[in-house]
Each structure stands twice: as C-alpha cells, then as structure tokens.
C-alpha cells in the first residue's frame, strides 16, 4: 500500500508563501489521484486541491484559487502544494490522501491512505 509523509509547514506571516510537499512509498503512486486537505481547530477536514495522476486535471477549493498550485513529480514520488498569499484563515493542519480512484471532487470520504499532516500557522 501507500504511505504518505507531509512536510514543510511552519509559521509565516500574512501573505507570505509556503511548498507543502506529499512524500509516497510504494510503486503504485504515481497511478493516484491525490488531494491536499486541511482541517483548523474545531472544523471538520475540508477539501484544498487535488491532481490528476498524469497531473492532466487539477480541481482547486474556492477559497485558494488563484493563491494555492498543486503540482507532482511521478519519478520522485511526490506531490507539491504550493501556497502564495497566505492569510490567516489558511491555518490549519494539511493533509495529503489518495482518491479511491479518478475522484478529483472534495468529498474526504473518496480519499484513503492519509499521511500524518503538517501544521500552517499564518500571523497577522
């Protein structure tokens, strides 16, 4: 099976950037669908972006269009998130899964093997 590893989260001020990055085990990644999800004290997990296996088709939450880029490299096994123009309400813990299959949308409960996540703190 796949086991996914985030990193690169920290603290950084409001509008400034961060690269979220989805490190995979096993031979079979690069066939996934993957998202990128997060979930802020007291929320439920909510949808962030996701890409296709051949990163032919990207799906992007509203709320980070045009800030957030999802983007992968199948031979090192790795899946990107790079965010632009943070703002404080992008706080959060991030996650990485896999889709069930060519599932792009957002519903959380389509996508498996979920890695331990990586926490985003944006400042004022």
């Known amino acids: 099976q796949v086991q996914l590893v985030e990193s690169g989260g920290g603290l950084v001020q409001a509008g400034g950037s961060l690269r979220l990055s989805c490190a995979a085990s096993?031979?079979?990644?690069?066939?996934?669908?993957v998202g990128w999800f997060r979930q802020a004290p007291g929320k439920e997990r909510e949808f962030v972006a996701a890409?296709?296996?051949?990163?032919?088709?990207?799906n992007y939450a509203d709320s980070v269009k045009g800030r957030f880029t999802i983007s992968r490299d199948n031979p090192r096994n790795t899946v990107y998130l790079q965010m632009n123009s943070l703002k404080p309400e992008d706080t959060a813990v991030y996650y990485c899964?896999?889709?069930?299959?060519?599932?792009?949308?957002?519903?959380?409960?389509?996508?498996?093997?979920w890695g331990q996540g990586t926490q985003v703190t944006v400042s004022s």
């Open positions: 899964a896999t889709s069930d299959g060519w599932y792009i949308g957002i519903d959380t409960k389509r996508f498996g093997n």
């Open positions: 096993g031979r079979t990644f690069k066939r996934f669908t």
């Open positions: 890409i296709t296996s051949s990163s032919s088709t990207t």
